[in-house]
């Protein structure tokens, strides 16, 4: 990555993905919308957060095609926010920022919310990282190939 | 989640990871970790970041236990970052947020860095939620079980 270049110009994926919703608020309205959460006074009540952040947050979500706008309720006033396809595709980055969390940040016997799949009623598997064979692959058995060493990193 | 709890305390796991990750450099450290980055400078250069955010996102991810310190190389005097085994476990985290911004960040026929299968030379096939039987599961298909309803969104 280098320093010459906007964020949104990077050839590195991970780095656009960032520049767009590398930021708390954003990742906890995203995730707040898995949940079926959609009206801006849900989203405040949720996150605690102030109203321009949250206005400036959910506008950015729209403008970049994670949310899209409709109306709250038939012949309501009010606006819903709902994730688009793109937002839902979402999914296995809240997912595993989920698990990690999971794995990581409770002491032994902490409670914390669980994500189930409907059907079971079990929580939903770890995310694991497979080859293509279905085999785990591990960090140290992957390389990036950068387009150009100056350029990204 | 409550307004009256830090997000540290949050009984949702996606709250408290992005509570300590959600922020733009400490994903990309994370991301120049994988990459097998290991110097302040080469952070630094990568990034393009000032050297005290820089400083203070490298403590942080030191003390939150996801990088740890070494010496760079035998009888150096300058140390080197390096993703423990609670960092490494971030690898998904880190994966998602890649091909989410390779499938819709970047135009048709847009270059990016692209992450391989060192075995094969192939790219990393995308990571997909599934469900105990190895079924594919749609966020739909899901449902979180808060432990509160007052305290956990």
């Known amino acids: 990555m280098s320093t010459r270049q906007p ?3 990077q ?3 991970v780095a ?3 520049d767009l919703i590398g930021d708390r608020w954003s990742l ?3 995730r707040d919308a898995f949940d079926g959460m959609r009206r801006f006074s849900d989203f405040q009540r949720s996150l605690g957060v102030a ?3 949250l206005s400036d947050r959910l506008k950015k979500l729209v403008d970049a095609g994670i949310l899209q706008t409709e109306a709250a309720a038939e012949g309501s006033a009010y606006q819903a926010y709902v994730l688009t396809p793109r937002g839902e595709s979402l999914f296995p980055v809240v997912l595993a920022l989920r698990q990690w969390g999971e794995g990581h940040l409770f002491k032994p016997g902490e409670a914390h919310s669980l994500l189930l799949d409907q059907a079971s009623g079990q929580p939903v598997p770890p995310l694991r990282v ?3 064979q279905g085999q785990e692959l591990r960090p ?3 390389r990036v190939r950068k387009l150009d060493a100056a350029d990204d990193a």
């Open 16 to 18: 656009r993905s960032v």
């Open 140 to 142: 140290d058995q992957t």
């Open 51 to 53: 109203r321009n952040i």
């Open 11 to 13: 050839p590195c994926p």
């Open 28 to 30: 906890l309205i995203v």
């Open 7 to 9: 964020m949104n110009e």
């Open 130 to 132: 497979l080859d293509a």
